[in-house]
């Protein structure tokens, strides 16, 4: 085989540039393996320049049913190699290979996929191929037993791709349409209103105290007495408990009611909201 059709070779097997494949054949004297070997070693040497840069643009995708459902997040560097079939395609498997193994994350990067290489070469590949700094973000499995699993896709890019995703789990031995029609609207509420926690008592601490904080700070320069300071803030905390807890959060779809209003409404005993995961791109 003549270089040039080696090089040929090498860019369909590699992805790499004719450049880049033309130095590996002629240094690997014509041997594909060994050509292979040096642009992944290269690889890995361009990939750890480009994992200082910033990588906050990106895709979640959902994989599962609705006994368990997982999300993975997968950033990079440009909205335009979000949309990159090589990615897509690399997201879609690790997806996949993700909702089996519960969203461990250890045992994700050492996982072998389609190609036989681990899912960290497969990252060093792709970022080789790209040009861009690609991580793997926050994983989530969402597996109760007696529930049922809805989710939600918004700004989809492919498929089961996406920008944010909801995953909601409903605790009911009710398996009717219309607790399925409540499970994709509570993910589509999730998506736009964003709670916190389930209810007002499961609110970190931490974000608690921040925005006691804050409250405490703009009364302070108000100029109000002392009482009425402490009464407007108790309000203004009250306020921010119930606006970022699903359970008395307004109900998106009749904002009069909350939550909590349309469970009761459904009738069905049993019926609870056992968890849901809410993951954006860029938040």
Sequence with gaps: MSDIENVKKLREVTGAG??????????????IDKAIEILRVKGIS???????????????AISGNESKTSVIEVNCETDFV??????TDFVKELSELNNEINSNLDELKSSKMKNGETVDDNVVALIAKIGEKITI????TINNSGTINNHYLHTVVKDNISKLAVIVSLETKDNSDAVKTFGKQLSMHIAASNPLALSSDLIEQSVIDKEQELVTEELKNSGKPDDIAKKISLGKMNKFREENALLS???????????QDIVKE??????KIKEFYRI???E
């Design 266 to 271: 459904l009738s069905i005993t049993d019926l």
């Design 82 to 87: 979000a949309k990159n079939e090589d990615f």
């Design 249 to 259: 959060q307004a109900w998106v779809m009749e904002p009069k009611k909350k939550v």
């Design 46 to 60: 361009k990939a750890s320049k480009k994992m200082s840069r910033d990588a906050k643009e990106g895709v979640v």
């Design 18 to 31: 004719f450049k880049d494949c033309n130095l590996a054949i002629k240094e690997s004297g014509g041997d």
């Design 137 to 140: 973000g926050k994983t989530k």
């Design 280 to 282: 954006k791109i860029g």
